[in-house]
């Protein structure tokens, strides 16, 4: 009798546990709204640069463009996680039928989103790099190779992450 007590109680248990992955949902429902103010900024830098066209050298639009792909593909990291991060984690999202379903989001799971990610961090750190070596005369050489050195770390760590997830990946035969 005991033993069916106690079997009740780690079923309940587990039902709670499994059910806190709800807890992550505001998570990325705060995302949804960072993704918001993200796109209010790029309308505002667009439309600066639109008005300012015939003030701004072309370095300086150079850098306003650049600062413009950096925050669209924040935003692409962005949909990532709180996509994929959803998928994983909380719940299906049933986009199978959905003719606008991203391709990756079949294949997603949390060892291939990390390498996702790093990517997308990588091409962001990239942006940020060559705006840096743009501006390069104003800056120190100091501040310099302290970016190429945190880029580089962001490679080096991508590159382990994809090879420790491709080290725990099932051969396929």
């Known amino acids: 009798m005991e033993t069916k007590h106690q079997n009740k109680i780690l079923k309940i248990m587990a039902n709670m546990v499994f059910a806190s992955r709800w807890l ?5 429902l705060g995302l949804i709204v960072a993704q918001a103010v993200y796109v209010y900024h790029f309308g505002v830098e667009l439309m600066h640069l639109v008005q300012h066209t015939k003030t701004v050298t072309e370095t300086e639009i150079m850098l306003v463009v650049l600062g413009l792909i950096d ?5 692409n990291l962005l949909l990532m996680v709180i996509v994929g991060g959803y998928e994983t984690f909380v719940s299906r999202m049933h986009l199978d039928e959905h003719p606008d379903q991203p391709e990756w989001l079949e294949h997603v799971n949390a060892g291939t989103m990390k390498v996702k990610l790093s990517m997308a961090l990588i091409g962001i750190s990239s ?3 060559l705006k840096t070596f743009i501006e390069a005369p104003n800056l120190s050489q100091q501040t310099m ?3 190429v050195i945190i880029h580089m770390a962001f490679v080096l760590s991508a590159m382990a992450m994809a090879f420790t997830n491709r080290l725990m990946e099932p051969v396929a035969h």
């Open 24 to 28: 992550q949902a505001p998570l990325y």
């Open 71 to 75: 925050v669209v593909m924040i935003a």
């Open 127 to 129: 942006i940020h790099l």
């Open 145 to 147: 190779m302290w970016q």
